[in-house]
């Protein structure tokens, strides 16, 4: 048998650090939003009881490392299972980009295997079993658009923007997230994003209003440490894209566009600028 699985990249529309916890984790608030951009996973049965991953993309671990194989492990251990899968992975989403490419490739591998060992998991369960991997991959489980509170794995839907454009911009430099949150000064912070605003905005399906909501705190020390996507942002917010924002640790920039002939524009505009860009829609 063979299980094809898509791993649609995310976005947070907003991004609050509230404190740092006891754990050494960062309690967060989180709107988060899927779009469709994604990578593809393959998961097919073999003769032997391996776990095994191949991949086009030369950027991302094969081996235990991968998340996809991680969640493979998981749930190998969890629940006893004797049997092998090889995973092939399309990677389309930019890595370490902050889209939750890794994350959604676990989401999607564990969707995948518990289709193809029949283990008759609920949502719920898997986003469980996804915590344990990693703060973003319950989100990328059953995605939508959510608030994700806790360290991100607390999870209330909420409804989808509006329809629109999303032009991602992938700067050509690696942001370690850890060292992202390492610079954040969370007792500091001057202005906090506000959760409760955009949700708001999406009940309201006002895509204005969602565009004056946008905020990320994780935005102050990107820009600091890497000044290029500060001038990336100001690039897209001057080719007139409706509303900008880092996604999560940066450094992809993205922006929100509700006409497609001027998320093309901003395209063309772009691409002198920035290498790696692509317009996709939202995620219902
Ligand atoms: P987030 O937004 O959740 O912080 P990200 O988009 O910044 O994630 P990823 O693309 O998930 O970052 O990659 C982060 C690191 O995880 C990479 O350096 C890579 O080596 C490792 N990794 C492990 N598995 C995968 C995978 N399946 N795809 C991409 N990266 C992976």
Redesign the pocket.
């Known amino acids: 048998m063979i299980i094809y699985e898509k ?1 649609p ?2 976005i ?1 529309l907003m991004l609050d650090v509230l404190h740092k916890r006891n754990d050494g984790f960062h309690e967060v608030e989180m709107v988060m939003t899927m779009v469709d951009l994604a ?1 593809r996973l393959t998961l097919q049965e073999t003769e032997t009881n391996r776990i095994t ?1 191949s ?1 086009q ?1 030369g ?3 094969l081996d235990d ?6 969640a493979a492990r998981l749930l190998r251990q969890r629940f006893g299972i004797q049997r092998g899968v090889h995973m092939v ?1 399309e ?1 389309r ?14 989401a999607a591998a564990l969707r995948g295997l518990n289709r193809l060992w029949e283990l008759g998991l609920s949502i719920s369960e898997l986003e469980e079993l996804g915590a344990e991997l ?3 991959v319950p989100f990328c489980v059953s995605g939508g658009t959510a608030l994700a509170t806790g360290r991100g794995e607390k999870l209330e839907k909420i409804p989808s923007p509006p329809h629109s454009w999303v032009i991602l911009a992938k700067p050509p430099i ?4 850890a060292d992202v949150y390492g610079n954040l000064k969370a007792a500091e912070i001057q202005q906090h994003p506000s959760a409760s605003a955009m949700q708001a905005a999406l009940e309201q399906g006002s895509f204005t209003d969602v565009c004056g909501t946008l905020g990320n705190v994780l935005e102050d020390v990107t820009l600091k440490l890497y000044p290029g996507v500060a001038r990336l942002k100001q690039v897209m917010e001057s080719l007139g894209a409706d509303g900008v924002l880092m ?4 450094p ?1 920039v993205f922006g929100l566009v509700n006409k497609e002939e001027k998320a093309r524009r901003i395209c063309n505009g772009l691409r002198g600028f920035c290498e790696e860009v692509y317009a996709v829609r939202t995620l219902g």
């Open positions: 791993a990249a995310k947070n990578d991953l991949s993309s950027y991302i671990p490392k991968n998340l996809a194989v991680r992975l990677k989403i930019p890595v370490a980009a902050g889209l939750a490419g890794g994350s959604s490739d676990a990693g703060s973003d690696n942001v370690s997230t996604s999560g640790s940066g992809t």
